[in-house]
């Protein structure tokens, strides 16, 4: 049973959107800190934004005021609604569940327990 499930990756230009969904039957995500990471050919995955169970948020730098992440709850459902994309988020990303009603160290990879299988983001200049 695959934990975490991604979808609505694409290629769009730069100045566009894509929204992001992450399923999962194995969490309860009004429970839990859950993360988006990414990660780009050669380079390490990191952290682009996270939730706790509370609401509380957290962006990376580079993405801050032009992605959102949220839940739906009912639905068991992580999105990240990413605006006003640029070349430079081109990437694979990741959603990924950390067991605690905190994000602990929030944007380290090794924090989180079960990931699931990317989906792919390209953006055109």
């Known amino acids: 049973q695959v934990p975490l499930v991604e979808s609505g990756g694409g290629s769009v230009q730069a100045g566009g959107s894509l929204k992001l969904s992450c399923v999962t039957s194995?969490?309860?995500?009004?429970?839990?800190?859950m993360g988006w990471f990414r990660q780009a050919p050669g380079k390490e995955r990191e952290g682009v934004a996270a939730l706790e169970a509370r609401g509380l948020t957290s962006y990376s730098e580079s993405v801050k005021g032009r992605f959102t992440i949220s839940k739906e709850n009912a639905k068991n459902t992580l999105y990240l609604q990413m605006n006003s994309l640029k070349p430079e988020d081109t990437a694979m990303y990741y959603c990924?569940?950390?067991?605690?009603?905190?994000?602990?160290?929030?944007?380290?990879?090794?924090?989180?327990?079960?990931w699931g299988q990317g989906t792919q983001v390209t953006v055109s200049s």
């Open positions: 194995v969490y309860t995500i009004s429970s839990i800190c």
């Open positions: 990924a569940a950390q067991p605690s009603w905190y994000c602990d160290r929030w944007s380290e990879p090794l924090r989180y327990s079960d």
